[in-house]
């Protein structure tokens, strides 16, 4: 499938360069755009030229996963470096280790409490007259009580979403990780680390084929759809659409640069719990490269806002009922679309970390592989 095929990539992150490669290599032609002058989409990379340290341009990504495909398939184009998420959290002038653990427990509480007579605390304080959590707001409450509730999520959550949790569905927050030991990992995955050479440069390792052709600054036109057998497009999908049923609701970021010598915070994130602080966390971003020593320092604050199409960057999807109503229509005009594959978490209006995005590029690939020819194909 594939030989002498002309395909359109739209957009040169995870999703599209990792079609672009599988497509490739079996002997499609592959064309690539992106509105950006760069790259690797939200997971871009560099060297910041002041300071020498590695920057997340968009944001923190820390890869973690259990998808052994997934692992060894990244590991191809370059080394991973072995990294621990540890984040920590302000909230009401102190700070604490996040996800919630024993160590978080005994601090807010002042106690010094063993897992059992912890989980035995937790189990009094959780609202357990909630049963079938419905919110966000719910679920928090119904497995940590209002307490560390509000300490910890209330402020935070409402400044990355512009909602009120309550507002908020259940499956956002999916499981309320809360341990009763002293591990700090924010994450349980198996395989964790941070790609030696930034992950631009692994995207870069991606593209690196014959058959595929990058092109930047261009934004996508629905007449470059006529010189090519196929489209994956993995932009916003209610953009393809030029939102003639409406918009869809996305969350952009901001990030506030700072540079200083030394060491700001003296860990990689910390979240700022609290409403009245406006920003969500800060990032200091050598410390995502413990292997490096850098004399200077940069971090950026964030912050969280409504995405306005035409003027901010998409990042994730807010996904609430009426939404999900809006993107059911758009799918439907998607799956009219036979030549055109929604991709991504942008294509698909679905928030997806970095291995699951890989884990679904792969398979739009494999998938795609398998589909008939076209008779005037």
């Not at 003639?244 to 060491?263: A, I, V």
């Not at 990032?283 to 490096?292: D, L, N, T, V």
């Not at 940069?298 to 995405?307: G, L, P």
């Amino acid at each position: 499938m594939g030989e002498g095929k002309r395909y359109l990539i739209v957009g040169a992150g995870f999703t599209g360069a990792i079609i672009a490669r599988e497509l490739a290599e079996q002997g499609a032609q592959i064309e690539i755009i992106d509105q950006r002058d760069h790259i690797a989409g939200n997971c871009h990379s560099e060297r910041d030229e002041e300071t020498g340290v590695m920057v997340h341009k968009y944001g923190p990504h820390i890869f973690h996963t259990d998808n052994q495909e997934v692992w060894d398939y990244v590991n191809r184009f370059d080394t991973f470096m072995p990294y621990v998420n540890r984040v920590k959290a302000v909230s009401q002038g102190r700070v604490f280790s996040l996800p919630i653990n024993l160590m978080t427990i005994n601090q807010f509480y002042n106690k010094t409490m063993s897992p059992d007579e912890a989980r035995a605390w937790i189990n009094e304080i959780a609202d357990t007259s909630i049963e079938d959590p419905q919110t966000f707001e719910e679920q928090a409450m119904r497995f940590i009580g209002k307490d560390l509730y509000y300490a910890f999520f209330y402020g935070y959550t409402k400044k990355q979403w512009g909602l009120e949790p309550r507002e908020l569905p259940s499956s956002i927050l999916k499981r309320l990780p809360v341990r009763f030991n002293y591990d700090d990992n924010y994450f349980n995955h198996k395989n964790q680390g941070m790609p030696l050479n930034g992950y631009t440069h692994i995207i870069q390792g991606i593209l690196d084929h014959p058959n595929i052709s990058v092109k930047l600054n261009t934004d996508f036109e629905h007449a470059m759809e006529k010189n090519y057998q196929h489209v994956f497009y993995s932009g916003p999908i209610d953009q393809y659409f030029d939102y003639k049923l409406g918009e869809l609701d996305y969350r952009t970021l901001r990030f506030e640069e700072h540079r200083q010598d030394g060491d700001f915070q003296g860990t990689a994130v910390i979240n700022y719990c609290d409403e009245e602080v406006p920003y969500t966390r800060i990032s200091e971003h050598k410390h995502f490269a413990p292997w490096e020593s850098h004399e200077k320092t940069i971090y950026f604050k964030e912050y969280s806002s409504k995405h306005i199409p035409g003027e901010t960057i998409p990042y994730y999807p807010v996904r609430q009922a009426k939404e999900k109503a809006l993107l059911d229509q758009y799918l439907e005009l998607a799956d009219q679309s036979e030549d055109v594959s929604f991709v991504g978490r942008l294509g698909t209006y679905q928030y997806m970390d970095m291995d699951v995005t890989i884990a679904a590029a792969l398979e739009v690939a494999k998938e795609f592989s398998k589909r008939p020819e076209k008779v005037n194909g």
